[in-house]
């Protein structure tokens, strides 16, 4: 059964204080790793793709890597306005990209 | 450019009662799919279109949930007799290619 799995469940972050989301998977034959940012009650908002191992997309205070098994999404010098949950997915092979969500990394930035 | 809406925002059904849920994708987008997130869950999902045809409904959790997309741009999504586990947020999304997905604002259903 396909799994992702993301840790932490919530981080707390003093403003300016870097840290890392972390994002481990086990999909069979990944066809792409997905970011979105949710803000409470809206919908998840697209930040990145990934499509192989050793890729990185960076905006602005955010970089997302992938490894074979897992992403880390990276956070520089964080701001407030970043607090939000942050969702990783992996889309199985088919038709078009389904994606499997992780259950999300709820972060709050502190002044 | 507008963004993908739902209506209602919000939804309170009681048991037994059937609900449907509308979607408004942006334009042009040929994909289209539905969730269903519970609180402190990630989007699960449901169902997926190209154009008007349902490619995938995998993910409906019953034979009471029901989509449509009939001319391949709003689609429905209609829940028969709705049970109290049905609540939840129900989140559409759009995409151009399938892989960057747009999500609307989400439906919050709540079943008494």
């Known amino acids: 059964e396909d799994q992702v799995t993301q840790s932490p469940e919530a981080l707390r972050l003093q403003e300016g204080e870097s840290s890392s989301l972390n994002c481990s998977y086990t999909?069979?034959?990944?066809?792409?790793l997905f970011w979105y940012r949710q803000d409470p009650g809206k919908g998840p908002e697209f930040l990145f793709t990934?499509?192989?191992a050793g890729e990185e997309k960076e905006k602005e205070r955010l970089k997302a890597t992938l490894t074979k098994k897992e992403s880390f999404l990276h956070i520089t010098a964080p701001k407030p306005e970043d607090s939000a949950t942050y969702l990783c997915?992996?889309?199985?092979?088919?038709?078009?990209?389904?994606?499997?969500f992780g259950r999300g990394t709820s972060l709050i930035v502190h002044p | 450019g507008a963004g993908v809406s739902q209506s209602p925002r919000y939804k309170v059904a009681k048991r037994g009662q059937d609900v449907a849920l509308r979607c408004d994708p942006i334009?042009?987008?040929?994909?289209l799919f539905w969730y269903q997130q519970a609180l402190g869950q990630g989007p699960e999902f449901l169902t997926y279109?190209?154009?008007?045809?349902?490619?995938?409904k995998s993910g409906l959790p019953s034979d009471r949930f029901f989509a449509e997309r009939p001319e391949g741009s709003v689609s429905t999504l209609k829940i028969q007799r709705t049970q109290q586990e049905d609540s939840a947020v129900y989140l559409c999304?759009?995409?151009?290619?399938?892989?960057?997905?747009?999500f609307g604002p989400g439906t919050r259903l709540t079943v008494t």
């Open positions: 990934l499509y192989s």
């Open positions: 334009s042009g987008h040929v994909s």
């Open positions: 279109f190209q154009n008007e045809a349902q490619l995938d």
């Open positions: 997915a992996g889309a199985t092979p088919g038709g078009s990209y389904i994606p499997t």
């Open positions: 999909v069979s034959g990944l066809r792409g």
């Open positions: 999304a759009s995409s151009r290619t399938g892989n960057e997905q747009y």
